[in-house]
């Protein structure tokens, strides 16, 4: 485990050009995810940014096998995968599926949790923008309450995130973790560890858009990392249903000194409708969950 | 060596999936589907296929297992009926555009709604236009040689072949069929290449996003756009023609069964009547045609086996002395005719043959065709035509139109 990033593997997975807007969370997160899983990879992924980041015909900015597949279909694509490999004797690679929370939360649920429950052997990364950024901002089920998309451009989104991770546990995963580029040694040794166990592993990572959530591209690791001061975003992991915090999220749940969400809020242009009432069903919202977080932890 | 076993269409498809040595199947059960998805589960778990077999939760997923695992390298199958192969259908056109040589088996079956388990065509035909190879099949032993023969087939032209045919008619009953040696399919086909590899070794991103105009690699290559993408599945399967009707032949070579290439023929010789149909009511078209003949009517059938890529030139052939077309067709593009009787007409343009196209839809969710009612349409047709009403607008035959 590398304690600082000049330990980690210093091989670069994606070439310079790669298409993806400026100070975008999700080419951080998944620059250091690759190079946790290094060579021996094959990663499928869904119409998404990170379909785009890929880069367009016939040239690509990533260094690692990629099938591209329809947008319900990623954890079925990796499920193909995995067994074309096994039917030839290719079992030493490690195939990983990479979706949006759109491809995950949304349309990708039934691939997803079929995949998972029939216990395949792959890592599933949601990577979580917050919204259908690639088509445009507009809602999805794991939009924030309050946030302003394109859908909902006037009253802003009136439900909680949905709680993806609940029902990714539901399946008895070996290994479950969220993490967030914000923290790249945090999300590097989640994926060194989970390309260590076999069957599901699912990763959830938390990836600031600049031009989605409208902030100055300057701000993408300070916003990544006031999510998870806050308590919106816990950095944990959960291997055989056991939680445990990691990085900063362990030491806010030992010290108990999160911040009030505003201080993530304000600073995001997204929020900018939010009415009172919603900011305080929020923080009730964050604050209930962290409290929960924290039970489960002691036990 | 060939050993005779009376078996069901679904058995008959099982076993040719066992003998051509698939290596992952993923199947999702639907019936009349389903007993298929349930035999080759019981070779799997007994170990007399060594295949990896993924109990897929969707129908969606089932092609894209087989869209995967056929992309790093394995010889892939599935089956499927009627509303799972309509939930294939964003999954169909992403096999062909990624010209891998799938092979589906299609238990034919009405599409809902309302519900129908039983037969007709209406799922097939209503996926023309996925860049599939499409077969039908008129009894359990061309379930058995189509199977086979796809193989060759899809993985000469890189095009996903569909075997079709109907549920219950075929798939439930018990007919014999000669089951091939091991030996003598392996033979016949020999093992999967595929065109991309997938491997860390060579890393290649397979299938990205595309501009419409052909673009420079980083090499210096000038590399497809996607419309020259288009243009080179189309030549596929035009040209994959040639290359049914060779493994068809060469398939009788050397298994002493000929099942006609894109289409065949039954008594057609002296013919002026011609009945034709896909599946199983053109082989009920034969006994009709036996029929017609002793009542002193000069009939013959044209099957057609290849709807995909369209037999034109074989139609041209096969019809040129027709005097009278009488279609009977098991599926319907609502709002105009047949998918057959179109197709046909189509490929008749600026030919000689000019006879008129009696069409009858037919045997829709299930109902029973029968070839007596096969010839009693035929003769009033052929009686409308010998009294100067050449054109009729589509009838439906065996039921209540008013
Ligand atoms: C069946 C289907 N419906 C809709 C789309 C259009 N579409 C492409 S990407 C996308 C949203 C992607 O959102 P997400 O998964 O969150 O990834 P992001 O773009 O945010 O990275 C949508 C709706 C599609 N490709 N396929
Ligand atoms: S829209 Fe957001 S997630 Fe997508 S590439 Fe741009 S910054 Fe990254």
């Known amino acids: ?299 | 060596m060939s050993d005779v076993q009376i078996i069901t269409g679904n058995q008959a498809a099982a076993m040719a999936a066992r003998l051509c040595n698939v290596q992952v199947v993923a199947a999702y059960p639907i019936t009349p589907q389903s007993q298929l998805a349930e035999i080759l589960s019981q070779y799997v778990e007994s170990g007399s296929l060594r295949a990896e077999y993924v109990r897929v939760e969707s129908e969606h997923s089932a092609m894209t297992v087989c869209i995967s695992a056929s992309t790093v390298g394995a010889r892939v199958f599935t089956a499927t009926s009627a509303n799972g192969l309509l939930y294939m259908h964003e999954q169909l056109h992403w096999a062909a555009g990624s010209r891998l040589p799938i092979v589906m088996c299609v238990v034919n079956r009405g599409v809902g709604a309302p519900w129908s388990i039983f037969n007709d065509q209406q799922d097939s035909l209503s996926q023309r236009d996925t860049g599939w190879i499409q077969i039908h099949c008129r009894d359990n032993q061309e379930i058995m040689d189509s199977v086979i023969q796809a193989y060759r087939i899809a993985e000469q032209v890189y095009a996903p072949v569909m075997v079709c045919y109907d549920g219950f008619v075929l798939s439930h009953t018990m007919m014999p069929v000669h089951i091939p040696g091991a030996n003598l399919v392996r033979s016949f086909l020999p093992p999967y290449k595929p065109h991309t590899i997938l491997s860390p070794e060579n890393p290649k991103n397979i299938n990205p996003v595309l501009l419409p105009n052909p673009r420079m690699s980083a090499e210096g290559i000038l590399c497809d756009g996607y419309m020259e993408m288009r243009y080179k599945l189309q030549k596929a399967m035009e040209d994959s023609r040639e290359v049914i009707i060779k493994t068809s032949r060469e398939f009788a070579d050397a298994f002493g069964r000929d099942n006609g290439g894109m289409l065949w023929e039954y008594r057609t010789d002296d013919a002026e009547v011609i009945l034709s149909a896909m599946g199983s009511v053109a082989a009920e078209a034969m006994a009709a045609v036996d029929q017609l003949r002793a009542e002193g009517i000069g009939a013959g059938v044209v099957g057609i086996r290849v709807f995909r890529p369209f037999p034109k030139e074989d139609v041209a052939r096969a019809f040129r002395k027709a005097k009278a077309i009488i279609l009977f067709e098991k599926s319907i593009s609502y709002g105009y005719e047949g998918g057959l009787s179109s197709e046909l007409k189509a490929a008749f343009y600026r030919t000689d043959i000019h006879a008129p196209v009696h069409d009858y839809i037919v045997g829709l969710g299930g109902r029973d065709v029968k070839a007596r009612e096969l010839v009693e349409a035929a003769k009033s047709s052929v009686e409308a035509i010998r009294s100067g009403t050449p054109e009729k607008h589509t009838s439906w035959l065996n039921c209540i139109t008013e």
Not at chain 1, 212 to 241: C, H, M, Q
Not at chain 1, 273 to 282: T, Y
């Open chain 1, 1 to 299: 485990m590398p304690e600082n990033l000049f330990k980690m593997n210093a091989k670069e997975y994606i070439l310079p050009g790669s298409r993806s807007c400026q100070g975008c969370g999700l080419s951080l997160a998944y620059r250091f995810a690759l190079k946790a899983l290094r060579e021996n990879t094959i990663v499928t992924l869904p119409a998404s940014c990170l379909c785009v980041l890929h880069g367009l015909y016939p040239n690509t900015s990533v260094n690692i096998p990629c099938l591209n597949c329809t947008f319900a279909s990623t954890a079925a694509s990796a499920s193909g995968i995995v067994a074309g490999l096994n039917a030839l004797n290719k079992t030493d690679t490690t195939v990983v599926a990479f979706a949006g929370d759109g491809g995950s939360f949304d349309m990708g649920i039934q691939s997803l949790s079929g995949a998972a429950e029939r216990g395949t052997d792959f890592i599933y990364v949601s990577y979580d923008n917050e919204g259908y950024m690639n088509t445009g901002t507009q809602r999805s089920s794991a939009t924030p309450m309050g946030a302003l998309t394109t859908t909902t451009p006037v009253l802003t989104k009136q439900q909680h995130k949905k709680d993806f991770l609940k029902i990714m546990e539901a399946h008895d995963l070996p290994y479950a973790a969220t993490t967030s580029p914000s923290y790249p040694i945090d999300l590097y040794e989640k994926f060194v560890k989970a390309k260590r166990i076999k069957g599901t592993r699912f990763i959830h990572i938390h990836v600031p858009c600049p031009p989605g959530w409208s902030y100055p591209t300057k701000d993408t690791v300070r916003i990544g990392r006031l999510a998870v001061e806050t308590g919106i975003v816990v950095l944990f992991e959960v291997e055989n249903g056991k939680l445990r915090f990691t990085g900063r999220s362990r030491t806010l749940a030992e010290k108990g000194n999160k911040l009030p969400i505003i201080t993530y809020i304000e600073r995001q242009g997204r929020f900018k409708k939010m009415s009172i009432e919603q900011l305080s069903q929020f923080q009730k919202w964050v604050d209930s969950r962290w409290n929960e977080f924290l039970r489960r932890a002691a036990n």
